[in-house]
């Protein structure tokens, strides 16, 4: 197997008045080069804190990132800028995060004038050209500004920008969640295409799993920071074990994703990741828990081959 990424016991806190903020709390898992990982769960359940802390964005609090065989977590800040070429961010919302000032020509050839990839005006004009092309933008909207373009299109000049660098590993934050269900399909087909041309591999982050669904190898399910099913995407949807999963699947608005199952309703709210009590952090909505469950934490353990569940109901 070629694994491209490996995260190791990843935590990452915050100090808040109230306590400590649990957002990302050991989580671990690989990824193969030139596949998918879905990451889902709820808003708050730590997903985009992930990406980010993978990237450095945000420091780990603990944790190893090995990305190509080394731990990125001990690079220091020249060698972390180079390697960020590799690893590249997209966002849920493109707008917020390109420049209103500047044209899509400037936009996309900004990074390759500050990495110095590309110095020479000339070259660089024709390079941004090439990745408008492969991201599908026509070259009339070469010196057009964000706020002239609809949400897909800006959604392409973040994927185009994302590209200039030629990055290995995308990790795609809620990337078509702004968007209208139709442009959702262009940006994925387009996504999908990329992966396949480039050899990309991608970290896909979303609320929505009826959108990782065909797109996704294997989706990792997360809840108040913490990995709590990992399967291939296929497993999943066929056989999600842990209650969690099975609560999530039966509520998709997609009937044929969410098949025959009985609608789950979870009650009780979701707990605090500030000082998380012991035991299993879905215990106060679980239709299952047990006293076992309200004192020990279940660890993450794999069920059959590739499946990964924690939860106390699955051990023997
Ligand atoms: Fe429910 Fe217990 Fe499993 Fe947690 S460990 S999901 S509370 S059965
Ligand atoms: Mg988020």
């Known amino acids: 197997s070629d694994t491209i990424l490996e995260v190791k016991h990843l935590k990452k806190y915050f100090n808040t008045p109230k306590g400590t903020l649990h957002a990302v709390d050991d989580v671990s898992f690989t990824l193969e080069r030139g596949k998918t990982l879905g990451i889902v769960g709820e808003s708050g359940c730590g997903k985009s804190t992930t990406g980010r ?13 090995i990305f190509n065989g080394e731990d990125i977590t001990k690079k220091n800040k020249e060698q972390m800028r180079l390697l960020r070429r590799e ?41 941004v050209h090439e990745l408008m092309e492969v991201v599908g933008l026509a070259d009339r909207l070469i010196n057009t500004y964000p706020h002239e373009l ?46 396949e041309q480039m050899g990309l591999t991608y970290i896909f982050i979303t609320h929505d799993l009826s959108v990782v669904n065909h797109f996704a190898n294997d989706i990792a399910v997360m809840y108040l920071g913490q990995l709590i099913e990992k399967a291939p995407s296929v497993t999943l949807f066929d056989n999600p074990v842990h209650p969690y999963t099975k609560a999530l699947l039966s509520a998709i608005p997609v009937p044929s994703l969410r098949k025959k199952r009985q609608r789950v309703m979870l009650k009780g709210e979701i707990s605090s990741p500030i000082n998380p009590k012991p035991g299993c952090r879905f215990a106060v909505r679980c239709p299952y828990a047990t006293d076992r469950c309200r004192t020990e934490e279940p660890k993450l353990v794999e069920i059959e081959k590739d499946h990964f569940v924690a939860c106390h109901l699955t051990e023997k």
């Open 53 to 65: 802390a993978i990237l450095r964005l945000i420091e780990p609090t603990a944790g190893e990132v």
């Open 150 to 195: 609809d949400g897909g299109r800006r959604q392409r000049i973040g994927i185009a920008r994302a590209l200039a660098m030629e990055p290995k590993l995308i990790i795609c934050d809620e990337p078509v969640s702004a968007l209208d269900v139709s442009i959702q399909a262009q940006i994925l087909n387009l996504m999908q295409d990329l992966q």
């Open 87 to 127: 690893m590249q961010l997209i966002f849920q919302d493109p707008y917020a995060s390109l420049d209103p000032r500047k044209t899509v020509s400037e936009i996309i050839g900004e990074p390759l004038k500050l990495q110095k990839l590309i110095p020479d005006a000339k070259k660089r004009a024709e390079r």
